[in-house]
């Protein structure tokens, strides 16, 4: 069985949405951040030597990092869905969307909420953070202009990942400034599993 080590507040709640997505047993092993630090606990250096989550177990197998785990499991487990065949444009345009969330577009939202946490006043990293999160926040605007998802006219891993950007976006109270995302947020919305998702995760908080 699959095991996931979960931890709450992370982006671990889009693998729960992917597991309920590919209807696999799976076991959840939950953390709790450190309520002063809001770092993750110790005992997650037991299973992964950085101490991060999401990660999971399956088969003898040690899976960390948010899109490799989308990728791995849709791989074994998606019986040909959630990605588009491998070797067509689609498949290259969903891998992009797979890194695009964990690079281009965290980046600039983590300045953000760093420099807020610091709360000290910075000569370059603020102008810096505000600039490049309208640009990448943008571009993923652009890009849903008249689709209900990222690549092609179904749920992918793709759409997976970057909810968790929305989510981000959404919860800075800025959606309502980027009307495609608006639409896509509702889409996903419309997924039974991604309300199963926030519950879970809602269960483990």
């Known amino acids: 069985m699959i095991k996931l080590h979960h931890l709450n507040k992370s982006r671990s709640k889009r693998i729960l949405w992917l597991l309920e997505e590919l209807d696999v047993d799976y076991e959840i092993v939950a953390y709790q951040r450190n309520t002063e630090t809001f770092l993750a606990p110790d005992e997650l250096k037991k299973v992964h030597q950085l101490g991060k989550s999401p990660v999971i177990e399956d088969d003898g197998l040690i899976v960390t990092e948010s899109g490799a785990i989308t990728d ?6 998606g019986n040909g869905k ?17 890194h695009f969330a964990e690079s281009s577009a965290i980046l600039p939202l983590l300045l953000k909420m760093f420099v807020l946490k610091d709360g000290a006043k910075t000569e370059f990293l603020e102008n810096y953070a505000d600039a490049e999160t309208v640009k990448v926040i943008s571009y993923f605007n652009d890009r849903l202009q008249g689709k209900r998802y990222l690549v092609g006219d ?3 891993g793709a759409d997976i990942m970057m909810s968790f950007i929305v989510e981000i976006v959404k919860n800075s109270g800025q959606l309502a400034h980027f009307k495609h995302l608006v639409k896509y947020d509702e889409q996903l919305q419309s997924h039974e599993k991604f309300h199963t998702a926030n519950e879970l995760e809602a269960k483990y908080d």
Do not use: N, R, S
């Not at 491998?86 to 969307?97: F, M």
């Open 72 to 77: 791995y499991l849709i791989t074994k487990y």
């Open 154 to 156: 179904t749920l992918t």
């Open 82 to 98: 959630f990605a588009p065949k491998a070797g067509t444009a689609e498949y290259v345009e969903y891998q992009q969307w797979l």
